[in-house]
């Protein structure tokens, strides 16, 4: 196979899931939102805190970045988001987001 046949291959699967998140109501490329946290915060703030405290006292971040890798596992997942202060690895439970916000993860 070529190159230029691939490409063509992988816009069209990206458009079609494009069509399906537009079918779905979600736009895919986010509203405007007033990040909070850059990963570097993340990191210098809570790297030091065990995962009892975290999960005793959660915390809500909002963040900007690129989306470089994905893995799903059953259950879980796992994201890693880059920014201009480095890149964080997201842990994302199926239980606690929910089955919809999982399943649009496939995507």
Aim: glycine letters at 10%; charged letters at 30%; a negative charge.
């Amino acid at each position: 196979m070529s190159q230029g046949v691939d490409l063509t291959d992988q816009l069209q699967a990206r458009r079609e899931k494009l069509k399906v998140l537009f079918e779905q109501g979600i736009d895919p490329f986010g509203g405007h939102y007033d990040r909070t946290h850059d990963t570097g915060d993340i990191r210098s703030h809570y790297a030091n805190h065990t995962t009892e405290e975290l999960e005793a006292n959660p915390v809500a971040v909002v963040m900007a970045g690129r989306l470089m890798a994905k893995r799903r596992k059953g259950k879980a997942g796992f994201a890693d988001i880059q920014d201009f202060s480095g890149r964080i690895q997201l842990y994302i439970r199926k239980d606690a987001v929910g089955e919809e916000q999982y399943e649009i993860s496939t995507y």
